[in-house]
């Protein structure tokens, strides 16, 4: 706990005589979610998952008019856990959150992360989104099939590319995969990169045979021609994009990735409150609707102690799934 000087005393003192004026409409002041000061954590670099859901939020609750001023800020390392080791050091702070998946989960797993997602207060899922499977606009790989025949054949050799540390959703998606064409998992040739941002290159310079990631951080490579989709890892195809799912391919699994918010440990009720108020607010948007159609996202709202539940029950699943491929 911080200890506050007569000065400070005083200057919060004048901002709760001057705030009220100071909130405009539109900001968030008439529906109670406005977190002056609020920053959105993300654990990777730009350009990923992480990243792109976080900037998205944040452009969109400001153009709703929900709060303002949103700091969004990059934090890497560890697949996500040196983020989720700064957020929970930022205990009773309810001005930052943490943008987050089922790739920190997984982190926290096989990097023996001293902190956990069981250290955080659960705000709310957002998102759930296929993987794909891609290559270069010059790879020899023009099919899924054609791709799999290769790797069967010598798996070591093809290195695998995904934006997360093992156990997360990129390197799972692969493994499943792996086990599925009968190749054993231990002998894929797994590359992690701290986030889809950084993977991108490598795959774009064909320095990886494939590359695993979630849909809407590619599509402006995908739309241009620079990437080929050869699989999305869903049950059904992703609307807009030519590529069967990975069992219209052969393979007889299915993957699925999700997204979301973390806060702090230590939060007042109140803080708690406002956070899962703007974040319920934010999901209702027009503007964020918008934005789960063009980044080719399936909503999957989930706050609250809902979303702490589902919390413990994928932290299991990952546990599970690493015991079982022998990873």
Request: hydrophobic share 40%; no cysteine; charged share 20%.
């Amino acid at each position: 706990m911080r200890l506050r000087t007569p000065l400070a005393l005083l200057g919060a003192a004048l901002l709760v005589l001057v705030g009220p004026p100071l909130l405009e409409p539109g900001s968030g002041s008439e529906t109670g979610t406005h977190i002056p000061g609020l920053r959105l954590m993300v654990p990777n670099t730009p350009g990923g998952g992480y990243d792109i859901t976080a900037r998205t939020a944040a452009r969109n609750a400001e153009d709703a008019g929900l709060t303002r001023d949103v700091e969004v800020f990059n934090l890497p390392g560890a697949g996500g856990t040196v983020g989720l080791a700064h957020l929970v050091g930022e205990h009773g702070n309810g001005r930052i959150a943490m943008s987050m998946g089922l790739g920190v989960v997984g982190a926290v797993h096989t990097n023996k992360a001293p902190r956990t997602l069981a250290d955080t207060t659960p705000i709310a899922r957002l998102t759930e989104e296929q993987d794909i499977v891609v290559v270069s606009k010059d790879s020899p790989y023009r099919t899924l099939r054609d791709l799999l025949a290769a790797w069967r054949a010598n798996p070591g050799k093809l290195p695998v590319g995904g934006g997360s540390s093992p156990g997360g959703p990129d390197h799972l998606a692969p493994m499943l995969m792996a086990q599925a064409a009968g190749i054993a998992p231990r002998s894929v040739n797994y590359v992690p990169f701290d986030g889809g941002g950084e993977l991108l290159a490598s795959i774009l310079g064909d320095k990886v045979a494939f590359g695993v990631s979630g849909v809407g951080e590619y599509l402006d490579q995908i739309q241009a021609g620079e990437l080929r989709v050869l699989a999305v890892t869903g049950a059904e195809r992703v609307p807009g994009l030519d590529a069967p799912t990975l069992r219209e391919s052969g393979l007889d699994t299915e993957f699925t990735n999700w997204r979301g918010i973390v806060a702090p440990p230590g939060l007042t009720e109140a803080e708690r409150d406002r956070l899962v108020a703007l974040v319920t607010a934010l999901h209702a948007s027009p503007q964020w609707r918008r934005s789960l159609e063009e980044n080719g996202w399936t909503d999957a709202f989930l706050a609250g102690d809902a979303f702490g539940t589902f919390l413990e029950r994928q932290d299991q699943r990952v546990a599970d799934v690493l015991k079982e491929l022998g990873l």
